[in-house]
Every structure is written in structure tokens, then in C-alpha cells.
Nanobody
Framework: QVQLVESGGGLVQAGGSLRLSCAAS????????MGWYRQAPGKQRELVAV???????NYADSVKGRYTISRDNAKNTVSLQMNSLKPEDTAVYYCLYRAYAAEHWGQGTQVTVSS
């Protein structure tokens, strides 16, 4: 089993920055994918960014150039630096850990961007 603990959400004005972090513990496989999804009210959960154990990344078009995902394999953590935030970035952000077709999700952290 894998446990994910997120931190760093909050309220920020448009144009501001926030940093999310997620720490994974438990049965961690060396080769895995970690990342972030988000869900806004009335919308489906969507990909924000993922990073593979190799360091390769994949971003949603809506956040490219504004968000940066990174990971520390030694600490089993993943972070998301969010800059130039927009009101449409408002959502609950969920941390993801994926390995060998098994997925684990964090409890979610609220990000609210005011205009």
C-alpha cells in the first residue's frame, strides 16, 4: 500500500505563485510515475503534470510554461511549482502515484486563485 500526503495549497491572487508538495510512503517501487491532477467544481478530473522516474515530464497544454513539476527519488516526493496563476486554475489538486498499473491518490489540496 502507498500513502500520499499533500501540502501547499491555498488562496492566491491572479498572477501569484504556489508550490504543492506530495510525499509518498509505503511500498514504493523504483520505477513509477508521480504527478498531479486537478478537479474544478462541475468538471472532470484532468491531468496537470506527471513526471516519470527517468525525469521525463508531461504537462497539460493549459499549464505549459507556467507550471514546473519536479521529483526527489531519494525522498519519494513530487512538487509542483505554479506561477502566473489564473482564476481558471482554481481546483482541488490531487497527487498521483502510479506503478505497474496500480494507482494511488492523495486526499487533495485546494488551490483558489482570485481575480
Amino acid at each position: 500500500q502507498v500513502q500520499l500526503v499533500e501540502s501547499g495549497g491555498g488562496l492566491v491572487q491572479a498572477g501569484g505563485s504556489l508550490r504543492l508538495s506530495c510525499a509518498a510512503s509505503g511500498s514504493i517501487f523504483r520505477f513509477n510515475t508521480m504527478g498531479w491532477y486537478r478537479q474544478a467544481p462541475g468538471k472532470q478530473r484532468e491531468l496537470v503534470a506527471v513526471i516519470y522516474s527517468s525525469g521525463s515530464t508531461n504537462y497539460a497544454d493549459s499549464v505549459k510554461g507556467r507550471y514546473t513539476i519536479s521529483r526527489d527519488n531519494a525522498k519519494n516526493t513530487v512538487s509542483l511549482q505554479m506561477n502566473s496563476l489564473k482564476p481558471e486554475d482554481t481546483a482541488v489538486y490531487y497527487c498521483l502515484y502510479r506503478a505497474y498499473a496500480a494507482e494511488h491518490w492523495g486526499q487533495g489540496t485546494q488551490v483558489t486563485v482570485s481575480s
